[in-house]
C-alpha cells in the first residue's frame, strides 16, 4: 500500500465528513487507507463514520488520550509505505497526495514534508514553514518581530528544505516515523509537531515545505483557544526546552517567563463578525434546499464579477473540485469575502472566516 492517511479527531464531526470527503477525492487513483481515531468524542462523530465511511479503519478510545498517542495508534496499524498525519479540520485538494508523493519518490534523504496551508479566508498561515524556535527567536517573537520564528526565507509557493513543521499536515515514510519511535506522548497537545521535527533533523533527513501544493486547514476548529490551551502549551514548548535545549535554572525560568509572555502579548482579541449581506451559491443547480434556509439573500452564481465585498461564497463541491475551491479562496482572499462548502450529498454548509475563529456550520435538513 502507497499511502495511510491517519486522522487524531475530537468532537469535529462536521469538519471530519468534510476533510474524509476530500481526501476519499485525493486518493481516488492510490492503493491508500484512511485510519481515525476518535479521541472519546462526545458528539456524533462516530455515528457518522458508521454511517457514511463503513470502509475506514476505526479506532475508538474510551478517553482522550491526547494528539500524540493517538496518532501513534493509528500508525502502528497502518500499512502504507507513506504516512500522512492529517488535522480533521482541513481541506485537500484532488492533486494534493499525487503531487507530494511524486516529490517525495525523488528524495534520497528525506524526513517529513509539508504543505502550504491557508485558513478559511484564503489567508496563508505562517506556521506552516517555521524554524527552530531557539531561546533567542522565541524572544524575539514576544517583542513582535516574527520573521526569524517563520521561515519566510522560503516564498510561500516555494519548494524548499525547512527545519520545523506544522502536525496538521505531515507526510513522511512509516519507516521514519517509526525509526524516531513516533510522536513523543509526553507531548499531550501542541509541541509535538515541533519536537518530531526537529528529532527527524538532528537524525540526518532533511524536512522539506512544498510550496507546490496548498491546503485548507481551519485553523481553531480542533483545538480552541482557552485556559485549557494556553496550560497545555505552555507546558509542551517547557518541554521541548527541557528535552532538547540544556539550560540552567535561570534560563528555564526566563523561558517559562518568556512562553507566558508570548500566549499574553500576543492573545487575540475578540473577532466581531458581520453577517454576509448576501449568500452567493456556486451550483448548476436550479432549485435548491439551502433556499429554504436562506430564502433572503441566496443567489447563484457561475462567476466572480459580480461578488462585491462582505458576500459569502458557498461552494457547492458536487459542482467545483477542492482544488478550485482553494484557488478561488487565496485568489479573493483580500476582497472581504467569507466562504462555506456545501460537501457532496450532504445538508450543511461549513466554514472558518478567520484563523482565530470558531468556525460555523449551518444544518438545512
Given at each position: 500500500m502507497k499511502l495511510s492517511v491517519v486522522i487524531v479527531s475530537y468532537n469535529v464531526r462536521y469538519f471530519l465528513e468534510l476533510c474524509i470527503k476530500s481526501v476519499q477525492l485525493a486518493i481516488h487513483n492510490l492503493e491508500a487507507e484512511i485510519i481515525v481515531i476518535d479521541n472519546n468524542s462526545t458528539d456524533t462523530t462516530c455515528q457518522?463514520?458508521?454511517?457514511?465511511?463503513?470502509?475506514?479503519?476505526l479506532i475508538k478510545n474510551l478517553v482522550n488520550v491526547g494528539f500524540s498517542k493517538a496518532n501513534n495508534q493509528g500508525v502502528r496499524i497502518a500499512k502504507g509505505t507513506y504516512i500522512c498525519i492529517l488535522n480533521p479540520d482541513t481541506v485537500v485538494a484532488e492533486d494534493t497526495f499525487t503531487k507530494m508523493l511524486s516529490f517525495a519518490s525523488t528524495q534520497n534523504n528525506l524526513g517529513i514534508i509539508g504543505c502550504k496551508l491557508i485558513d478559511g479566508s484564503g489567508h496563508f498561515l505562517p506556521e506552516s514553514k517555521r524554524n527552530i524556535p531557539y531561546i533567542k527567536i522565541a524572544l524575539l517573537k514576544i517583542l513582535g518581530y516574527t520573521k526569524p520564528y517563520y521561515a519566510t526565507q522560503i516564498?510561500?509557493?516555494e519548494i524548499a528544505k525547512t527545519e520545523i513543521l506544522v502536525g496538521a499536515f505531515m507526510l513522511l515514510k512509516r519507516e521514519v516515523y517509526h525509526k524516531m519511535n513516533g510522536f513523543d506522548e509526553d507531548y499531550f497537545m501542541y509541541g509535538e509537531d515541533i519536537d518530531l521535527s526537529y528529532r527527524v533533523l538532528?537524525?540526518?533527513?532533511?524536512?522539506?515545505?512544498?510550496?507546490?501544493?496548498?491546503?485548507i486547514h481551519f485553523k481553531g476548529e480542533s483545538t480552541l483557544k482557552n485556559k485549557i490551551y494556553a496550560s497545555r502549551f505552555f507546558g509542551a514548548m517547557q518541554l521541548f526546552y527541557k528535552k532538547h535545549l540544556k539550560t540552567n535554572v535561570f534560563l528555564s525560568t526566563l523561558i517559562w517567563l518568556s512562553i507566558r509572555s508570548m500566549y499574553v502579548l500576543n492573545r487575540t482579541p475578540k473577532i466581531h463578525y458581520n453577517s454576509p449581506k448576501r449568500y452567493c451559491l456556486l451550483s448548476d443547480k436550479t432549485e435548491h434546499k439551502l433556499q429554504e434556509v436562506l430564502p433572503q439573500k441566496l443567489i447563484r452564481t457561475s462567476v466572480f464579477d459580480n461578488l462585491k465585498s462582505e458576500d459569502?461564497?458557498?461552494?457547492?463541491?458536487?459542482?467545483?473540485?477542492?482544488?478550485?475551491?482553494?484557488?478561488?479562496?487565496?485568489?479573493?482572499?483580500?476582497?472581504n469575502l467569507s466562504y462555506k462548502i456545501l460537501p457532496k450529498t450532504s445538508y450543511y454548509i461549513i466554514g472558518s472566516h478567520q484563523k482565530n475563529s470558531q468556525g460555523e456550520v449551518i444544518v438545512f435538513k
Open positions: 457518522m463514520l458508521a454511517e457514511c465511511f463503513p470502509k475506514i479503519k516564498a510561500q509557493t538532528k537524525s540526518g533527513l532533511d524536512n522539506y515545505y512544498y510550496g507546490a501544493s496548498t491546503v459569502e461564497l458557498i461552494f457547492d463541491a458536487s459542482y467545483i473540485s477542492y482544488k478550485n475551491i482553494i484557488d478561488v479562496m487565496m485568489r479573493f482572499k483580500n476582497h
